[in-house]
């Protein structure tokens, strides 16, 4: 199993940024890929970005392309999710979940294991 913990939430302005770090327990050597989802007040979960740790191929969604970088440290078995330029579209709480591929995938169905969320607010 893989337990995850994700951190670095909070209020932030307009247009400021925001890192949020996913930290994964894993008790097997298995490869895992690590994705960050993000869930709107009344909305579905919706991915913004994922990671294959290991080879290293990332996905965005487009409405973070270009703002919003995704980044890996094995050694400590953290995965980062720098956030710049935000938007109020932005709000949400958002979730590191790892999928039992090399391959990171960009929908919820696709990862096994889930962290407990973090609130991201941006407003002014």
């Known amino acids: 199993d893989v337990q995850l913990q994700a951190s670095g939430g909070g209020l932030v302005q307009p247009g400021g940024s925001l890192t949020l770090s996913c930290v994964a327990s894993?008790?097997?050597?298995?490869?895992?890929?690590i994705g960050w989802f993000r869930q709107a007040p009344g909305k579905e979960r919706k991915g913004v970005s994922c990671?294959?740790?290991?080879?290293?191929?990332?996905w965005y969604s487009d409405s973070v392309k270009g703002r919003f970088t995704i980044s890996s440290d094995n050694d400590k078995n953290m995965v980062f999710l720098q956030m710049d330029n935000l938007t109020p579209d932005d709000t949400g709480v958002y979730y590191c979940?790892?999928?039992?591929?090399?391959?990171?995938?960009?929908?919820?169905?696709?990862?096994?294991?889930w962290g407990r969320g973090t609130q991201v607010t941006v407003s002014s």
């Open positions: 979940a790892a999928r039992k591929s090399p391959f990171c995938a960009q929908t919820a169905l696709m990862y096994d294991y």
């Open positions: 894993q008790s097997s050597d298995d490869e895992y890929s």
């Open positions: 990671i294959g740790r290991h080879y290293g191929g990332t």
